[in-house]
C-alpha cells in the first residue's frame, strides 16, 4: 500500500482545532507553543478559545491551519509513524506550506511567519468589495475555464481551483465573476454560488501578494524535502529546494490544480491519502477524483489511534 499524505486548506479552520492533540500529546502541544513563539503571540488561546469570525481572518487561519496539521503530525510521529511512511506529500493551497512542513524542508517557525505574511499579503491585495470567488459545480475546468475567458470582458476572471471533477472555482473582479455565474448556470452548471471568501485568491488580482511572498520567500531556508511534494502549480512532484521556493511565488496567482495532483498520485501508485489536520473536505474531493484511492482524516487522538489500528 502507497500512501500520500495531504494537507488541507482555508474554510476547513473551526474552533477548538488541535486542542485533544495537544492535551494527548506533549510534541503537538509544543508544535502550538512553537508557533506562538514564532509570531509573538498566542494564536493557540484564538485556535481552542477564540472568536469564529477572527480565526477565519486569512492572516490568522493559515498559520493556525498549519499548526493543527503539524500537530497531527508529531502526534503520528509520537506514535511511531513517520513522514517515511509517505510516499508524496502535497497540500491545497495553503496546506502546500504544511506539506513543505511535515517534509523538512520548512521549519516550523518560519512556515508561520510565512503564512502570516502570506495571509496578510493576500488580504490587502485587493481591495474588500473589488474581488469576488464562486464555486460553479457540475461543469468540468476545462468549460469553466471556457466560461471564465467569456465572462472576463477585459476585467480579471481565471479558473482557481480544479477541485475535483464537477468542483471548479472561479476568482477575478467580482463583475466578471457573477457574470461568469450567470454563463455557468446557461452551459448546464448544477449550482453556481458566490463564495464567502473576504479576496479573490489564485487569480492574476494576487500580483502585489506574490512580489510580497518573493521577498519573504528569498530570505528563508529551504532544504531538501525528505518525501518529493506534488505542487499545486505543476501537479506532478518537485524535490528541489529552489523550485520549491518558485513554486510558491507562482502559486499565489496560479491555480490550484489539485484534480490533477490526486490524479496524478494515483497514477504513481498511491492507493490511500491520509487528510492531515482539520476537517475532511480533500477527502471527499479525493473520493470524487479516484474511486479507487482511499482516505482517511487524522486530525484527532481517536484518528491516530485508528491510523495504529490499521
Known amino acids: 500500500m502507497s500512501v500520500a499524505f495531504v494537507f488541507p486548506g482555508q474554510g476547513a479552520q473551526t474552533i477548538g482545532m488541535g486542542r485533544d492533540l495537544a492535551q494527548a500529546y506533549p510534541a503537538a502541544q509544543a508544535v502550538f507553543d512553537e508557533v506562538d513563539d514564532a509570531l509573538g503571540e498566542k494564536l493557540s488561546a484564538l485556535i481552542w478559545e477564540g472568536d469564529a469570525g477572527t480565526l477565519t481572518l486569512t492572516q490568522n487561519a493559515q498559520p493556525a491551519l498549519m499548526a493543527t496539521s503539524m500537530a497531527a503530525m508529531r502526534a503520528l510521529d509520537a506514535e511511531g509513524v513517520g513522514i517515511d511512511r509517505a510516499a508524496f506529500v502535497a497540500g491545497h493551497s495553503l496546506g502546500e506550506y504544511s506539506a513543505l512542513c511535515a517534509a523538512g524542508a520548512l521549519s516550523i517557525a518560519d512556515t508561520a511567519r510565512l503564512l ?95 512580489a510580497v511572498m518573493a521577498e519573504a520567500l528569498s530570505t528563508v531556508t529551504f532544504d531538501a524535502p ?76 481517536d484518528d491516530v489511534k485508528a491510523v495504529l489500528d490499521g
Not at 129 to 134: E, L
Not at 235 to 257: F, W
Open 116 to 210: 502570516r505574511t502570506r495571509g496578510r499579503a493576500m488580504q490587502e491585495a485587493v481591495p474588500v468589495g473589488v474581488g469576488a470567488m464562486a464555486a460553479l459545480l457540475g461543469l468540468d475546468f476545462e468549460a469553466v475555464t471556457e466560461v471564465a475567458a467569456e465572462a472576463a470582458e477585459g476585467e480579471v476572471c481565471q479558473a482557481a481551483n480544479d477541485n475535483d471533477p464537477g468542483q471548479v472555482v472561479v476568482s477575478g473582479h467580482k463583475a466578471a465573476v457573477e457574470r461568469a455565474i450567470e454563463l455557468a448556470k446557461a452551459k448546464g452548471a448544477k449550482r453556481a454560488v458566490l463564495l464567502p471568501v473576504s479576496a479573490p485568491f489564485h487569480c492574476a488580482l494576487m500580483e502585489p501578494a506574490a
Open 226 to 301: 525528505a518525501v518529493p511534494v506534488v505542487t499545486n502549480v505543476q501537479a506532478e512532484a518537485v524535490g528541489d529546494p529552489d523550485q520549491l521556493r518558485e513554486m510558491l511565488v507562482q502559486q499565489v496567482t496560479g491555480s490550484v490544480r489539485w484534480r490533477e495532483s490526486v490524479a496524478w498520485m494515483g497514477a504513481q501508485g498511491v492507493t490511500e491519502m491520509w487528510e492531515v489536520g482539520a476537517g475532511k473536505a480533500l477527502s471527499g474531493m479525493i473520493r470524487r477524483i479516484d474511486r479507487s484511492i482511499s482516505s482517511r482524516a487524522v486530525g484527532t487522538p
